[in-house]
């Protein structure tokens, strides 16, 4: 079974790498059609979705810092297990629409990413945490 470290550092990590990607497809030096389905039509909706996505994942990285205490502003458990379990039901349905992708890299590459992604945040979900408020 992987440790609660494990699974906390690599989703943290892998937020970071997203970020860096969708960064890097905001400022169009990866091509936008791998995203989103290949539904983006036009520079001004690139932007909005991928500054949604941005936002997501600093959201994200925020409630797995919390869970893992490295960040301390916040420390209701119920209210991070929480964060947690919709972490685990965003990743599962962002799965599902990634599977459903024209794009081969979206379907095969981030769809196996996102899975990743939902069981490392399940794992998360599942443990008790290591504190209390």
Known sequence: MLSVSFAGNALLLLFGLL??????????AIPYD???????KGRRYLRKMESI?????????MIVSLRMGYINFFK???????GMWILF?????NT????????PIEKYGFGMLTIMMALLA???????????S
């Open 34 to 40: 791998i995203v989103w389905a290949g539904k983006i």
């Open 96 to 103: 599902i629409g990634n599977l459903t992708a024209k794009s």
């Open 76 to 82: 209701n458990p119920d209210v991070i297990n929480i």
């Open 122 to 132: 399940l794992r998360l979900a599942l443990a008790p945490l290591a504190y209390q």
């Open 19 to 28: 970020f860096i990607f969708h960064l890097l497809v905001l400022f169009e």
């Open 53 to 61: 996505s941005l936002l997501v994942l600093g959201l994200a990285a």
């Open 89 to 93: 039901a965003f990743f599962t349905l």
